[in-house]
């Protein structure tokens, strides 16, 4: 006698450690926008990521420096290219942050989760799935009526482009993150990734003309910060991801702009109506983007 069972995979309910764990760093995270905004009026962008990730390495290595000693060569080239994601990243993201809302940039941040299967496809030659498709079509109209103050004309300034190019790079350092967490020592490969960010930010001040800002306890005490907290989230993100799919993952990082938006409410940012029904379809579009209909098989004697 047969009957009909589901096929088995996690709850979207239920959560283990490692997805507790990142649920955690989507609250960080959210906490960021703001925090860099205001920065912002004290330092230039490239100046505050050197800053943070340095500080952020230097943390990791005091942490892991007895670790250290056995990096590989395999974990030295993981850490850079996921290092030159982040770079790319942040620097972009911090830059847009100079003109636009911390709430604008955590919703256009968030269109990175829709752009992992879209790279996976152009990059990998992996099909994106239908409900990938109806989230990045999601994603793309609520990006539009969340750009700028006329939202829903379709045009975007500086801020809202570099942090849109920003999400790209974030959408590679996810898929990096994934390509390699099973095979280099996490703890390795987040304090090199985090020092080549850092590195990376610094050689490219003087290429982009950005000049030593003066001294101020605002970026010290940010960068300080961040760059502790951005040591935590990276470890703890290569942690989690051996042990979380990159679907389930981004599903939880949608938290993200959520967050950043409440914070940013609680400060006094307000964005258009139009602009908040875009939030909305952005979010939707990343939760619809990794939503999989849950298929039914027949389960007979024989265990099939």
Not at 30 to 47: D, E, K, N, W, Y
Not at 182 to 189: L, Y
Request: charged share 10%.
């Amino acid at each position: 006698m047969s009957h009909v069972r589901s096929i088995s995979e996690p709850s979207p309910l239920r959560l283990s450690r490692q997805e507790m764990a990142l649920v955690g760093v989507t609250m960080i995270w959210g906490t960021t926008f703001l925090i860099v905004h205001l920065a912002m009026r004290s330092c230039g962008p490239l100046f505050f990521v050197a800053m943070r990730f340095l500080a952020a390495g230097g943390v990791s290595l005091v942490v892991f420096h007895r670790t250290m000693r056995a990096l590989t060569l395999r974990e030295c080239g993981a850490g850079a290219a996921i290092g030159a994601s982040i770079f790319l990243g942040y620097s972009l993201q911090t830059y847009g942050l100079q003109s636009i809302t911390s709430s604008q940039s955590a919703f256009i941040t968030a269109m990175y989760v829709p752009m992992v299967p879209l790279l996976q496809w152009i990059v990998l030659r992996r099909l994106p799935h239908l409900m990938s498709w109806l989230g990045i079509g999601l994603a793309f109209v609520g990006l539009i009526l969340l750009a700028g103050p006329d939202a829903g004309t379709g045009t975007f300034n500086g801020g809202e482009i570099a942090t849109l190019l920003g999400t790209v790079a974030i959408a590679s350092e996810i898929i990096l993150i994934s390509r390699f967490a099973t095979q280099v020592d996490s703890r390795r490969v987040t304090v090199v990734q985090l020092v080549v960010a850092g590195v990376l930010a610094l050689m490219a001040m003087p290429l982009d003309g950005e000049s030593l800002p003066r001294f101020s306890w605002i970026w010290a005490v940010s960068a300080g910060g961040l760059g502790i907290a951005s040591a935590l989230i990276q470890l703890t993100m290569n942690w989690a991801q051996k042990a979380v799919s990159p679907t389930r993952a981004t599903v939880i990082y949608a938290g993200e702009p959520v967050w950043a938006g409440i914070i940013g409410r609680i400060a006094g940012e307000r964005l258009p109506p139009l602009a908040l029904v875009g939030a909305l379809f952005i979010i939707a579009g990343v939760i619809v983007g990794e939503w999989r209909p849950r298929r039914r098989v027949a389960d007979t004697a024989t265990g099939r």
